[in-house]
């Protein structure tokens, strides 16, 4: 499988937030920690982010499921791969529920207090797309009355978070400072960069360019 490297930041930050959420009934009042293996995950978003996790995810032996927008051929690392409207059939067999959908209108409020309700006793959900995509009170109370057995989130609606929000005092939740992108590795800011050389000799040139943005959907355009 050939990594994509821009898209290492967020995927290495996916998979801390799950180690940390693992551990933390183990921390708190349980004897084990939560294994990978044998775990349904359910990754929102199957693109560079979403995929390269799911790849991950499916090494360690989970079962892999993923959720998009539009219908394509299922990869070879997720087991099955459904719409966004299958989400709330899905929610209640899923251990994790990994989000890395962008922040549009359609994804704005997507894990309701109703949804949050839906997902399994006990799973943990991670977040590192946009904050908004999570009613973040709804969370709280899901992880305070033990629902939830942890969530791990990069980024959260309000952002920054004050530092009075309960979300901070929450034992079950780790929140990490939107590090999941940018330029925190080398490779990222070389491959960001080459793209950007590569798109402006195409531009130069009048030929199509790379990764163009529909801004109707808010999606990277597929060709």
Known sequence: MTVRRRAMPAVLTLLSLLLDTSVIPFLISSPYIVSLTFSTVLVLGMGDIGGEFAARCK?????????????????????????????????????VVAITLPGTDATRGLMSRERL????????????????????????????RGHLSGA???????????????????????????????????????RIVGIFLENLRHFQAGEPLR??????????KLS
Do not use: Q
């Not at 690392?77 to 899923?94: C, F, G, I, K, M």
């Not at 839906?118 to 109370?141: H, P, S, Y």
């Not at 990764?211 to 990277?220: I, K, M, P, Q, S």
């Open 117 to 144: 309700a839906k997902m399994k006793e006990g799973a943990v959900l991670l977040n590192v797309g946009r904050g908004f995509i999570v009613d973040t009170e709804a969370l709280c109370d899901a992880l305070e």
């Open 152 to 190: 791990g989130v990069d980024v959260t609606d309000p952002e920054p978070l004050p530092p009075t929000h309960r979300l901070w005092n929450i034992p079950t939740a780790v929140v990490t400072p939107h590090i999941s992108g940018f330029y925190h590795l080398r490779e990222t800011h070389e």
């Open 211 to 220: 990764n163009l943005v529909d801004f109707a959907t808010g999606y990277r």
């Open 59 to 95: 090494a360690l032996g989970a079962k892999v499921i993923g959720v998009r927008r539009s219908p394509r051929p299922c990869p070879e690392y997720a087991d099955e791969v459904h719409l966004l409207e299958d989400l709330d059939s899905l929610l209640p067999h899923a251990d």
